[in-house]
């Protein structure tokens, strides 16, 4: 058999007959008897015999390692070659020569034991022979003859061996290992995960996992090795009987606050594990009563849920598999009927708990108390505890939302109810908490009040806001020190004296309204809109003096603009009281208010205080008016008021009139503006026949007007030489024409800007829609000179 020949080679292979040195092989043996210890001749011998049969390899090699058996090449190239030869081979049918091999790797440690390759091809070659002893004690020998720094590739080869061997050899051997890389204890871990040793790696779990200097080689966080405790733990709970498996969880609890409620969960599923049902029930009670998250709080929960799902689904399979059998048992469906009432009632306590998660993050949050309430519904008893729980839980001063509408809304409950005196109380103790804001305070005594008057109670509803609003001993404290009790400074809150204010022009006497109002601007707490409620109530009762009065108090109380918005209210109601009867008042309260007007807010008054004039006074005075304003309005209204100016002296006096006022309009108006109040003054001059006093204009005005960017002013110009000028005032006005441009091509930074003012020019012409009649054009007989020479 072709097997059998090919075993008895590997068998025979240490034959050493004289017969195998051939012709060739001579000149080598002669120089091994020459040089019998010399490396290079045995290896020019094995090199010459490469092509030659295993017997001839081998017998030079025995012959070679007997003579130098310290060599580690010729043993290295030897033991290569033996196992070469059972590469592929059934340890148990070549098992006489799988031993010799292992004889050889015997011989050669017996120098060669510090040679760490030679360890690992023998512990490698016995690994593949399955001899499990031998092949560990092999490893112990290389553990022991080698240096330390050598073991590391020992313990790579020597660990796969055990995790292929597994028992309590493997784990043996991790145990050693561990002696030296204490770090490596995860890999044990899983070893005995795998070898179903529970309650060890549990326990060696629980060690890392409490050991603040441990780092996983895995990237293991501590919760993820805690975590994994606790599945090993609730999965496999009958097996663990070293470790108290709660008190872990527990602890776990407390440190990993971001993952509590799969902590939670863990530790009820190890009690359901166990079939300790009303402990896993208790733990999710416990947990959903004790969460700071809503996510927590859905994961226990929900966990919760399925669980009574599950118990109640197998009751139910049991009461059907009883009824197919004609079977009863009342104490099981008793305690299903329990377990379905206990599960409605837990569906139903949901929005309760939830509200309970986000009361325990923040116990001062008033909106989260108010969705309590809300919940109660109609439970009157629970609506009580909790609206008493709430105000006796928050913080005033750290409260999240309007503390002062959850006593309002205590109160209304009682008021609903038909309890009054019960709800004044509520009212009664909540003016007395520090609230956070004074307009807290002061909303709940407007809310008190309100509630009287609903109920008609007007003398009461009086009586509390003259309480809410008496001043301390110390009026001068500050309205926004935080540092001073709100009770103290709700009498300068301007909601509160507002709500007073209307409740007693409802239901008060003037004098008792007058009072209040005084009260507010004795105070200085008063705004613009009180002086003005006040006079008009003082008007409506035809205290028409008084009323005027309160206008000069408040123009004295604020500042412009707040001030020229009284002066104009007060200016119109004075004038509609006595028109002209006292102008002599009237003037002084006009000067009065352009005294120290500012210039943007002038203009309406001086408009009012001419119309005044114009009306009752003397024209010529009104002029000086208009005159005064020209000069102190702002720029943005100085163009608008010479126009007004100049229509009224036209009006009172005359065209020729407003001669002075042009003038001095072109002289103190912008440039744009200038060129618009010249053109309009060429007009007049050409109304008034005094044709070379316009073409004066027109040239002083050119001086304004680039060519480039106006061109409607020199048409305009244009257009007046030929309906009233010859040939030379036309040429004239080209000459002029050509050195105002060449002086604006002078500018430097003007090139830039007639962008800007040609765009402004055309939006002018696109507003104004104005056609003066000195721009029509004469018939074809006037001059007709072209200014093509431009």
């Not at 509609?576 to 807010?601: I, M, N, T, V």
């Not at 100085?638 to 009006?651: D, L, T, V």
């Not at 040609?758 to 939006?763: G, K, S, V, Y």
């Amino acid at each position: 058999m072709p097997g059998q020949n090919l075993k008895s080679n590997v068998d025979n292979d240490d034959s050493s007959s004289l017969f195998m040195i051939s012709e060739e092989d001579i000149a080598y043996e002669e120089d091994l008897l020459r040089n019998p210890y010399t490396l290079k001749s045995w290896l020019r011998y094995l090199d010459h015999k490469s092509n030659s049969s295993l017997q001839h390899k081998i017998f030079i090699y025995e012959r070679a390692v007997k003579e130098l058996p310290g060599s580690y090449k010729l043993w290295k190239a030897y033991l290569d070659l033996r196992r070469s030869i059972l590469k592929g081979k059934n340890p148990v049918s070549f098992a006489p020569a799988y031993e010799k091999v292992n004889n050889c790797f015997e011989r050669a440690l017996v120098l060669l034991h510090k040679m760490p390759r030679i360890w690992l091809d023998y512990c490698h070659f016995l690994i593949n022979q399955g001899y499990v002893t031998k092949t560990r004690r092999v490893f112990d020998r290389a553990l022991r003859a080698l240096p330390i720094t050598q073991h590391s590739r020992v313990w790579e080869l020597y660990l796969r061996f055990a995790r292929l061997v597994g028992g309590e050899t493997s784990l043996r051997i991790y145990k050693r290992y561990l002696q030296l890389e204490p770090d490596h204890v995860e890999e044990y871990v899983d070893l005995l995960i795998s070898l179903k040793r529970y309650d060890e790696a549990t326990t060696k779990l629980a060690v890392i996992a409490n050991d603040d200097k441990f780092k996983s080689l895995h990237g293991k966080s501590k919760y993820q090795l805690w975590m994994e405790l606790c599945d090993i733990a609730c999965k496999h709970p009958t097996e663990i009987k070293t470790l108290n498996i709660e008190p872990i969880i527990r602890d776990g609890i407390k440190r990993f606050t971001d993952q509590v409620g799969k902590l939670w969960n863990s530790l009820a599923r190890y009690w359901i594990m166990q079939n300790q049902f009303e402990k896993a029930r208790d733990v999710y009670e416990e947990g959903i009563n004790s969460v700071m998250t809503v996510r927590d709080f859905t994961q226990v929960f929900d966990a919760y849920a399925e669980f009574e799902e599950s118990v109640i689904t197998s009751k139910m399979e049991l009461v059907a598999e009883r009824a197919e059998d004609g079977e009863q048992d009342p104490e099981e469906d008793l305690d299903l009927d329990l377990r379905l009432m206990r599960f409605e009632k837990l569906m139903d306590r949901r929005p309760f708990l939830v509200n309970d998660v986000l009361l325990r993050q923040n116990p001062n949050n008033v909106s989260e108390w108010e969705k309590r309430v809300a919940l109660w519904k109609d439970n009157a008893e629970k609506i009580v505890e909790t609206y008493t729980t709430a105000i006796a839980t928050i913080n005033p001063k750290k409260a999240t939302g309007k503390l002062n509408q959850l006593w309002v809304n205590f109160a209304k409950f009682y008021e609903k109810g038909g309890n009054l005196e019960t709800a004044r109380a509520v009212f009664e103790k909540g003016v007395l908490v520090n609230f956070k804001s004074v307009n807290d305070l002061a909303d709940l005594w407007c809310e008190y009040a309100e509630m009287e008057l609903r109920h008609e109670n007007f003398d009461r509803a009086a009586e509390i806001m003259g309480r809410a609003t008496a001043p301390p001993k110390n009026t001068k404290v500050s309205y926004h020190d935080e540092s001073i009790p709100v009770q103290n400074r709700v009498f300068k809150a301007l909601k509160l004296w507002s709500f007073y204010v209307d409740l007693e022009e409802s239901i008060g006497s003037v004098e008792s309204t007058r009072a209040v109002y005084d009260r507010v601007l004795d105070l200085k707490i008063a705004t613009p809109q009180i002086i003005i409620n006040y006079a008009a109530f003082l008007e409506e009762n035809k205290y028409f003096e008084e009323s005027f009065k309160v206008y000069e108090r408040g123009v004295e109380l604020f500042n412009h603009p707040v001030a020229f918005e009284i002066w104009n209210i007060y200016l119109s109601k004075f004038l509609e009281r006595f028109g002209g009867s006292k102008l002599e008042r009237a003037r002084d309260l006009f000067e009065q208010a352009l005294e120290k007007c500012p210039a943007k807010f002038a203009k309406p008054l001086y408009l009012m205080y001419g119309k005044l004039e114009e009306e009752h006074g003397l024209a010529k005075h009104a002029m000086k008016i208009y005159d005064r304003a020209t000069r102190a309005v702002s720029d943005e209204d100085r163009f608008e008021m010479f126009n007004f100016y100049i229509a009224k002296a036209s009006a009172s006096f005359g065209i020729a009139s407003t001669r002075e006022i042009y003038e001095r309009s072109v002289e103190v108006l912008p440039d744009h503006q200038a060129r618009e109040m010249c053109m309009r003054y060429a007009e007049l001059e050409v109304k008034l026949g005094e044709i070379d006093r316009a073409r004066a204009l027109y040239a002083f005005g050119s001086q304004f007007c680039d060519p480039r960017i106006v061109p409607t002013f020199w048409k305009i110009w244009e257009n007046f030489e030929i309906k009233h000028g010859n040939e030379d005032t036309y040429k004239e006005m080209l000459r002029i024409k050509r050195s105002v441009q060449a002086q604006y091509n002078t500018e430097v930074n003007f090139i830039s800007a007639q962008m800007i003012a040609t765009r402004q020019e055309q939006q002018q012409q696109e507003t104004e829609s104005k056609a003066p009649a000195s721009t029509e054009v004469a018939g074809s007989g006037e001059i007709d000179i072209d200014d093509m020479d431009l």
